[in-house]
């Protein structure tokens, strides 16, 4: 076995492979935050609490349940709190926690980077997708 194979030593000895392990999880903070909806809920809660369906109107195309599904993963991850207030009917609001408010820098410059990157996107889809043309690709607005 060649040096520097970390896995299949792992699996030889036995061992944990630190390093896949930092891997996955990584990788689950990072498809948590990365998810299309994650990111504009996030975006959305930075102006402030909100209530459920006001969310769901700002985000626009989501589904009820995927809109539960995401708030659910970002408050276990931490992300978002979630506060029942207590009237009739009971009214829900939830709010980016400091953890939460730590990821708009970079959730912005990531939206930043790829508007300003949106039309050289659009035409290497066009060229990779069979040499579409590339002159119809979306050029980005002034301003």
């Known amino acids: 076995m ?10 030889e000895t ?8 930092d891997c996955r999880l990584v990788g689950s903070v990072l498809a948590r ?18 209530r459920f369906n006001e969310l769901r109107r700002i985000v626009g195309g989501i589904s009820q349940r ?34 939460g408010r730590s990821l708009e820098v970079p959730v912005m410059a990531l939206g930043t980077w ?10 290497a889809r066009a060229r990779f997708d069979g040499g579409a043309d590339a002159s119809l690709a979306v050029t980005p607005r002034e301003g």
């Open 66 to 99: 995927m809109l539960t599904f995401t708030l659910r993963g970002l408050e276990r991850d931490g992300l978002v709190t979630r506060t029942v207030f207590p009237t009739i009917p009971p009214r829900v609001a939830y709010a980016l926690t400091d953890l």
């Open 33 to 50: 935050i990365g998810d299309k909806w994650s990111v504009l809920v996030v975006m959305t809660l930075r102006d402030g609490p909100h």
């Open 2 to 11: 060649e040096p520097g194979h970390i896995q299949d030593t792992a699996r």
């Open 114 to 123: 790829a508007f300003a990157h949106q039309a050289e996107i659009q035409q």
């Open 14 to 21: 036995g061992t944990p492979d630190h390093a896949s392990q």
